[in-house]
């Protein structure tokens, strides 16, 4: 039996949670909506529905004469090379922090994670600085290293977290049989490690993906340029050819959003320990 | 095997030896990363709070040191507190309006409800966004021949239209639904895990005692919250101080200064003025004030506990 009170509090539930799903989806469907009208539509059709529904001619101006071509291969390198040498660096420090006997280790992990308590938000103008004195300022290099420096902490401190928690039964088995430290590692640890690793490839290559702060004072050339930056091509200081900027939106939002709910149980779980770390 | 593994007890000081001698190869696991980090993160960090001292323009070497120069021009700047109170009206409006629209929906979402799983999923889209591409969405939204306005002329209500990213009275308010659209979710998902974290039969024992609905919330789920409600405090004022790429993708701070936030004048210093020494004080500056806010934050939440 349901009280009048608990019908209406379901009511009123059900009612808020639908609004708010068509308030964060309807941006994007207006967004995919426009990237598919014509030049002449944008401003006077404002249905949902393009006049030719099939109009790919926004995409392909944008992926060939916008050059998103060339901006999409780059942030995927950027991406795949940051994610690939996080992973590396940040196991094998966190490896040796939670279990082997190493000088200083109190003091290394303690520096990491101050970085990660003390936020400068100003700090990616004195890296524009030490780029430019390594001479690496608009190159690939100079964007990649302090981004994995910039990733670092946060993932060494989710490995960690995970190693102290893991059982040294199986280690001591392996250092019996003799087993190196290296091979405990990359033979035991790396494998059981997977979930946690999981996160930090899903976290790293959505805040790659998604960098603009970085790109925008180290390059200064296009071919360089992620893609975030790229959208930049189609906003002028008078006009911004919106149906090109919607379409080139659309290019770097779906891979994300459909990764997103392929896995969305893992990504939920690195975006939180990500903003948990302190 | 080595000596270390026998046992004897003439072994003992070459194993101590080996074992010393281990302790600092192992240093060879942390030297990627630490390298990295000491040359990317403390570097920058030591360089901010040098350069802060002096008149670097970011090309001439030559630069002199200035002493507190840069820092009392830095206190004394109106226009660097405007922008630091625009970041303050972020992050009010997003303590006030987006946090508890995101308290009411993990309210909601938590509540035994069909689809509860979809919602999570859905609400969870907006924050996996750049900045970038949120802001120009919304721009475009905002444009004067743009949707917004075409459908409030569209039911009538034209004197409501208004240049929204154009006009000093709107601009700001404007750029803030934009980020408080997309940090909703945020503030969502860590809410949904306090909530989970209660146990149920505080509910149940609740309902028999015969509290209603809304008592339930005041006196056991927002109390329970406490701990979730400081760090997703902390992460949203923090977050709304150092919003950078929706100003930049939708106004740039204008028209005037009127939406001009911490970062924006941070990086205009350094790559418009070429006043690196600027820049600088103003990082540090701001950098200090966000880690004692967080601090007073924290020792608040102790205080209550």
């Not at chain 1, 401003?43 to 995409?59: D, G, K």
């Not at chain 1, 795949?80 to 992973?87: P, Q, S």
């Not at chain 2, 939708?250 to 350094?270: D, N």
Request: hydrophobic content about 50%; glycine content about 8%; charged content about 10%.
């Amino acid at each position: 039996m349901q009280s009048k009170g608990t019908l209406f509090f379901k009511g009123i539930t059900h009612l808020s949670l639908i609004v708010w799903t068509v308030i964060s989806i309807f941006p994007l469907v207006w967004m995919v909506s426009t990237s598919l009208k014509q030049r002449n539509e944008i401003f006077t059709n404002r249905s949902l529905i393009p006049n030719n529904a099939f109009n790919i001619e926004n995409y392909k101006d944008a992926w060939f004469q916008g050059n998103f071509n060339v901006y999409t291969f780059n942030s995927v390198l950027y991406s795949v090379i940051v994610v690939v040498c996080v992973v590396l660096f940040a196991s094998l420090a966190s490896y040796a922090i939670a279990r082997l006997d190493m000088a200083g280790k109190k003091v290394i992990y303690l520096g990491f994670m101050a970085t990660l308590m003390i936020p400068i938000p100003g700090a990616f103008i004195s890296i524009y600085l030490v780029v430019s004195n390594l001479g690496l300022a608009n190159t690939r290099i100079g964007y990649i290293l302090p981004l994995i420096a910039a990733a670092l902490p946060v993932s060494i401190f989710i490995l960690k977290t995970f190693f102290d928690e893991m059982s040294r039964e199986l280690e001591e088995a392996a250092i019996i049989d003799g087993a190196t430290s290296f091979q405990i590692y990359y033979r035991l640890m790396l494998p059981i490690a997977r979930p946690a690793l999981a996160t930090i490839v899903i976290l790293n290559t959505l805040s790659v993906w998604n960098e603009f702060m970085l790109a925008l004072v180290l390059f200064s050339e296009n071919r360089l340029m992620p893609i975030q930056m790229g959208l930049s091509v189609f906003v002028g200081q008078y006009t911004t050819q919106y149906e090109l900027l919607m379409a080139a939106s659309t290019i770097m939002v779906l891979p994300v959003v459909l990764v997103y709910i392929a896995m969305q149980k893992q990504f939920i779980q690195g975006i939180t320990s990500g903003a948990i770390k302190g | 095997m080595d000596a270390s593994s026998l046992p004897s007890t003439k072994g003992k000081p070459i194993g101590n030896r080996s074992k010393i001698v281990k302790r600092y190869l192992n240093l060879a696991y942390v030297m990627p990363a630490l390298l990295l980090f000491i040359l990317f993160s403390l570097l920058p960090i030591f360089r901010t709070v040098q350069y802060s001292f002096t008149n670097f323009n970011g090309v001439n070497p030559n630069y002199q040191f200035v002493g507190f120069k840069n820092y009392a021009m830095a206190i004394t700047d109106t226009r660097w507190w405007e922008a630091v109170g625009n970041g303050v009206i972020f992050a009010l409006l997003s303590l006030v309006f987006m946090n508890t629209i995101a308290l009411l929906l993990s309210v909601a979402a938590n509540s035994n409800i069909r689809g509860g799983k979809f919602y999570r999923v859905v609400f969870y889209i907006p924050p996996i966004l750049s900045g970038i591409v949120v802001g120009y969405i919304w721009k475009w939204i905002y444009e004067p021949k743009g949707l917004l306005n075409g459908v409030l002329r569209d039911i009538g209500l034209d004197q409501f239209t208004h240049v929204w990213l154009g006009s000093i009275d709107t601009a700001l308010y404007a750029v803030a639904v934009s980020s408080m659209w997309q940090g909703v979710g945020g503030s969502f998902i860590l809410f949904l895990a306090g909530l989970q974290g209660i146990p149920k039969d505080l509910y149940e024992a609740a309902s028999i005692d015969g509290a209603s609905r809304s008592q339930q919330l005041r006196y056991i789920t927002i109390p329970s919250l406490r701990k979730v409600y400081t760090l997703v405090n902390i992460l949203t004022i923090l977050g709304a101080l150092g919003i950078f790429n929706h100003v930049y993708a939708m106004t740039m701070g204008g028209p005037g200064y009127a939406t001009e936030v911490p970062a924006l004048r941070i990086y205009r210093e350094a790559f418009t003025n070429s006043d690196f020494g600027m820049a600088n004080a103003f990082s540090l500056i701001f950098g200090i004030m966000l880690f004692v806010l967080s601090l007073i934050q924290l020792k608040l939440s102790q205080k209550k506990d």
